[in-house]
């Protein structure tokens, strides 16, 4: 037997990344000193780093659509980080991209998101208006960079260049990078690109899988839509009662389906643009990774009825009202009184304002947490 060294790695990296994949004895680095392990790569360390913070632990108990007491099938937060990640090493295995840059990148990109999914971070948007908002893209970096306290030399996680450049650079339908400290002249290297398509990919075909075991979306609604019609034919589903199988068949289907698209599209885009470099990728006014354009109307159309018939179903909606309320009631009693906050929290005064010192407290929180802080700061009848 023998053990694979550090070098081993690096020359099996050699051997099969493609041109434009990032090599991670490239990488630019960490911002602090930090002596590497003699058995895994950089992007493998930052990767393990990640799974180990409590940030990545508490996705288990935050939102994706359903919240974390409605069903134990639903997906949480951390499911949907999951799903993303194996879709992204997916894509990259086949492309010749860094599967472990990429699978960083994807374990990281939802870190700083609140409880109550979307509509939390709407929440603390709104709340902190006039002292910076909140973003949970942003909230992620702060938690890699700052917030999670592990290592006696540095703040945070000391994580690559590479994988806060692609944390920074993540985007989609509800994210927005802002990349000013990572070279925002040039687009994401191909595995952030990569993580990018992963996440939509992935929230699209588990979010309809989520809407239609809650029943509230129904075959009959998707009756038109192109996606569903192309699955219902692929498995002679005739419509009428959806069974579990057959419902886990079709959504498979559909992964497959969307990532066999990517990866024809941007087979075709790297050899029309003879893409050898890294800095190619990044220097091109477009992505590489991206649905072929047939594939991007189809996914626009479901995309389309999961907002108007899941997103802005009544019982989704509802829940968002709680949120908000408990949320902000939480952020003005924690502003005015702020002597109930824990210790650690009113210690972060000193280093932050204490606007931000509290939507880092409340965006830390899972669903059942805040919940819980709610009951015990609004109803005498629970001890504190």
Not at 114 to 128: A, D, I, V, W, Y
Not at 135 to 163: A, C, M
Not at 310 to 326: E, G, P, T
Request: overall charge negative; glycine content about 6%; some cysteine.
């Amino acid at each position: 037997m023998t053990i694979h060294t550090l070098e081993m790695l690096e020359e099996a990296e050699d051997k099969i990344l493609a041109p434009y994949g990032v090599h991670s004895k490239n990488s630019k680095g960490r911002l602090y000193p930090d002596n590497e392990p003699g058995f895994r790569t950089k992007f493998q360390r930052d990767r393990d780093r990640i799974i180990h913070t409590s940030a990545f632990r508490r996705l288990e108990y935050k939102t994706q659509v359903f919240i974390n007491y409605e069903g134990d099938h639903y997906r949480t937060r951390l499911t949907h980080t999951l799903e993303v990640s194996q879709i992204g090493r997916t894509l990259a295995r086949a492309l010749g991209a860094n599967e472990d840059l990429v699978e960083a990148i994807c374990l990281a990109h939802d870190l700083g998101h609140s409880p109550f999914g979307h509509s939390g971070e709407t929440t603390l948007n709104r709340l902190l208006n006039d002292a910076g908002g909140f973003d949970h893209n942003k909230q992620s970096f702060r938690i890699v960079t700052k917030l999670e306290n592990r290592y006696q030399d540095f703040p945070g996680l000391n994580l690559s260049w590479e994988v806060l450049e692609g944390m920074v650079k993540h985007e989609s339908e509800y994210d927005i990078s802002d990349a000013k400290d990572f070279d925002p002249d040039l687009r994401g290297n191909i595995e952030a690109q990569i993580a990018n398509v992963a996440d939509e990919l992935a929230y699209t075909a588990h979010d309809l899988d989520d809407g239609l075991r809650s029943g509230l979306i129904t075959p009959k609604m998707l009756s038109g839509i192109e996606l569903w019609e192309i699955l219902s034919e692929n498995v002679a589903y005739k419509g009428g009662e959806l069974d579990d199988l057959i419902r886990h068949i079709m959504i498979r289907k559909l992964i497959g389906m969307e990532i066999s698209d990517v990866l024809s599209a941007a087979e075709n885009l790297i050899r029309n643009n003879n893409i050898r470099s890294v800095e190619q990728v990044q220097k091109l006014p477009y992505n590489l990774v991206i649905f072929s354009e047939d594939m991007t109307r189809r996914n626009r159309q479901l995309k389309d009825f999961l907002y108007n018939k899941l997103y802005r179903n009544y019982r989704v909606q509802r829940m968002s009202v709680k949120a908000d309320r408990l949320l902000s009631q939480l952020y003005q009693l924690y502003m005015v009184q702020p002597a109930i906050l824990p210790p650690h929290v009113q210690e972060k005064f000193d280093e932050s304002s204490q606007e931000r010192a509290i939507c880092d407290f409340i965006a830390g929180m899972t669903d059942r947490y805040a919940i819980d802080e709610y009951n015990k700061l609004f109803d005498p009848t629970i001890l504190p």
